[in-house]
């Protein structure tokens, strides 16, 4: 029987700010269970570089869990709303999600 071969799919981002590029990879290198503070200023896609995280990490790490602490609620059910609508776009990558 032929062996079944894994399906790929290459997903490209949009261009990075530099710091963007600095934090996704000081972020991937860094040990597990570690907490890395950006200091930036308003609208320069703090909220874009969560995703590409959350997006990366439950795309290639097994259990990968995401917290995301937010000023309001609003903004954080925004960022819930916009992961969501991915995750469904994606067969079986996300078991559960709590929007809590």
């Known amino acids: 029987m032929p ?5 790929t799919v290459e997903i490209t981002s ?3 700010y530099k710091w963007q ?3 996704l990879s000081t972020y991937w290198r860094w040990p597990r269970n570690s907490i890395i503070s950006v200091l930036s200023p308003r609208q320069c896609g703090k ?3 969560i995703k590409i995280i959350t997006l990366q990490g439950t795309i290639n790490l097994k259990n990968f ?3 995301v602490i937010s000023p309001t ?3 954080a059910g925004k ?3 916009e992961l969501s609508a991915i995750y469904k776009q994606i067969p079986g990558i996300v ?3 709590n929007g809590s």
Not at 3 to 7: D, F, I, L, S, T
């Open 3 to 7: 062996k079944k071969e894994k399906k």
């Open 14 to 16: 949009p261009k990075l």
């Open 21 to 23: 590029r600095i934090t």
């Open 47 to 49: 909220t874009f570089t």
């Open 65 to 67: 869990k995401v917290i």
């Open 73 to 75: 609620f609003a903004l």
């Open 79 to 81: 960022l819930f709303n």
């Open 95 to 97: 078991r559960s999600c």
